[in-house]
T-cell receptor, first 113, second 112 residues
Framework: GENVGLHLPTLSVQEGDNSIINCAYS??????FIWYKQESGKGPQFIID?????DKRQGQRVTVLLNKTVKHLSLQIAATQPGDSAVYFC????????????FGSGTKLNVKP | SQTIHQWPATLVQPVGSPLSLECTVE??????LYWYRQAAGRGLQLLFY??????ISSEVPQNLSASRPQDRQFILSSKKLLLSDSGFYLC???????????FGEGSWLTVV
């Protein structure tokens, strides 16, 4: 199976600073990765995705970096705001089974005003 | 645009009682459908997925079952709930295999 994990369970940042959330995966066949944001009591919301033929993708205030060599991806949030406080999950596709995504346990981001 | 609805949002059920959580997707055809469970403070565990009507794949042996009676309807059931079935259940869909999964708002189940 896929093992997707996050390096830090909790991350505290000052409002306005940049945040970096990391994720490692173990299945080298995974070719599609997604970052989700989950606010308390709600379902995860899609933030940004990246396929394995890319190493960087940018969205609005967010950037995902993929390093396939070390099977690591990160989510960078620029100018972090209080509304960014949530749990962030990475998900990796199951490689040969496109129907499966494997999720890490999540990193809780606390933004201090 | 596509939307996903699941209900009920909150459920408190006694041990041994049945369960039925329902999920529907609107605005798309032949979606892939998923049921995930999330224990408190934990990640998401895939329970079932379906690529078409009547086609259900189970990921883990458990006290739950899933059915897909219609193209955009996915139901999670149990005949007799266990305490360990408590958790946050999420329905999700994707357009095609290997594409983004979109989640519903979730259903909190507490088995007492």
């Amino acid at each position: 199976g896929e093992n997707v994990g996050l390096h830090l369970p909790t991350l505290s940042v000052q409002e306005g600073d940049n945040s970096i959330i990391n994720c490692a995966y173990s299945n080298s066949a995974s070719d599609y990765f997604i970052w989700y944001k989950q606010e308390s009591g709600k379902g995860p919301q899609f933030i940004i995705d990246i396929r394995s033929n890319m190493d960087k993708r940018q969205g609005q205030r967010v950037t995902v970096l993929l390093n396939k060599t070390v099977k690591h991806l990160s989510l960078q949030i620029a100018a972090t705001q209080p509304g960014d406080s949530a749990v962030y999950f990475c998900a990796a596709s199951g490689g040969y089974n496109f129907n499966k995504f494997y999720f890490g346990s999540g990193t809780k981001l606390n933004v201090k005003p | 645009s596509q939307t996903i609805h699941q209900w009920p949002a909150t459920l408190v059920q006694p041990v041994g009682s049945p369960l039925s959580l329902e999920c529907t997707v609107e605005g798309t055809s032949n979606p892939n459908l998923y049921w995930y469970r999330q224990a408190a403070g934990r990640g998401l565990q895939l329970l079932f997925y379906s690529v078409g009507i009547g086609q259900i794949s189970s990921e883990v042996p458990q006290n739950l079952s899933a059915s897909r009676p219609q193209d955009r309807q996915f139901i999670l059931s149990s005949k007799k709930l266990l305490l360990s079935d408590s958790g946050f259940y999420l329905c999700a869909w994707s357009v095609i295999q290997g594409n983004t999964i979109y989640f519903g708002e979730g259903s909190w189940l507490t088995v007492v």
